[in-house]
């Protein structure tokens, strides 16, 4: 039994809804829709307000990216740099924290998880990350602290009972090879909180995730859950760069790539520029042969991410010149769907799943 095929069955038998390759599915089965962070397109990401809303909207997975503290917990926040997602930089107790570092060969200037505790951690409140584009999300400024996977976990479960179905998470593992590198990896922290809960079994509600390849393969070793290999539409993983291995992410979506990426992982999760690209003037092209290879070589194909704002669509479907203004997403989202993607990440789940069952 293949690895796909053996997480259709599981997810199946979880009344979860499963992404499915269309040809491999029996009829009325729908693409997952994935919260990405959340609902960010109406409350402040990774934080329980913008968990708990993607739940109640109706979708049963969310995606939680994972950084570690000092003391090796693991939070979520999108990246370890937390000055444009907290209230640290007003913070004077907190103003020697500030430093340059180099995190996957990028230089970034802020405040880093990893030289936090937790308990330092829990007194900052968190703020929106892009309040331009978003600005009815900032009322929601200072609401929420800084929340643990574990807390994630825990809201998963009490919102479970309450709405009477199986929810779950995509938890991604961030700068795998940064954070193994400074002594402070997040991969066993990661496998040991998935075995406190009881959930490194075949038919758990969890999907890991990386960019990285290696950190994959290792984890494909230690886990029952189902894993996610993400791409970019430019670049390579860092585990490849800093061990001189010149392939790309455009070498991974190759057949041959795709077909490694198999070995090990169940889905991929490629930028959805991957799946259709853009012409030279912002518009869609042609869909690319990515979703129709990925499934010869038996893995899903969930692409990120989807966002209602002129700023993130293709030009043909931006309804104004004003980037924060909502443009035509169902009209997006129905070409992507078109292309036989087995879900999709969103940050308004509302709209994803609206554009998914057609009412």
């Known amino acids: 039994m293949t690895r796909t095929r053996l997480v259709v ?61 000092a003391d090796g917990h693991l939070v979520a926040r999108h990246e370890n740099e937390i000055g444009g997602t907290t209230d640290v930089a007003r913070r004077p107790e907190f103003r020697s924290r500030r430093t340059t570092k180099v995190v996957d060969g990028v ?7 990893e030289d936090f505790t937790l308990e330092e951690l829990k007194t900052l409140r968190t703020v929106e990350r892009i309040p331009k584009l978003r600005p009815d999300n900032t009322i929601y400024n200072g609401r929420w602290p800084i929340v643990t996977y574990q807390e994630v ?7 479970g009972r309450e709405l009477n179905r199986t929810l779950g998470t995509y938890p991604e593992v961030k700068h795998s ?13 990661l496998v040991e909180l998935l075995e406190r809960n009881g959930l490194n079994r075949v038919d758990a509600p969890v999907v890991i995730q990386s960019f990285e390849v290696a950190n994959l393969r290792r984890l494909s070793e230690q886990v029952l859950v189902p894993l996610l290999q993400l791409t970019s539409s430019d670049g390579a993983p860092a585990d490849f760069a800093a061990t001189g291995d010149v392939r790309t992410y455009a070498d991974l979506v190759t057949p041959a790539g795709l077909a490694e990426i198999a070995e090990y992982a169940a889905y991929l999760g490629p930028d959805k520029n991957q799946v259709i690209p853009r012409d030279p003037d912002g518009n869609l092209a042609s869909p690319a042969a990515l979703v129709h290879d990925a499934h010869e070589a038996g893995l899903l194909v969930i692409p990120y991410t989807f966002r209602n704002e002129n700023s993130f669509l293709p030009v043909e479907f931006r309804s104004s010149a004003d980037p924060a203004a909502w443009g035509s997403i169902f009209s997006e989202e129905s070409v992507f769907l078109a292309t036989g993607i087995d879900g999709l990440f969103a940050d308004q789940p509302d709209t994803a799943l609206l554009a998914v069952t057609g009412s």
């Open 9 to 69: 069955l599981i997810l199946s038998s979880l009344a979860l809804p499963v992404p499915v390759a269309p040809a491999a599915l029996a009829s009325g089965v729908l693409p997952v829709v994935v919260g990405h962070r959340g609902a960010p397109g109406h409350r402040p990401e990774h934080t329980l307000g913008s968990y708990e809303l993607a739940f109640r909207q109706g979708v049963s997975w969310v995606d939680v990216d994972l950084v570690p503290t």
């Open 107 to 113: 230089e970034l200037t802020g405040w880093f998880t």
């Open 153 to 159: 976990l825990d809201l998963t479960v009490r919102l």
């Open 177 to 189: 090879t940064y954070f193994s590198s400074i002594g402070n990896p997040v991969e066993p922290k």
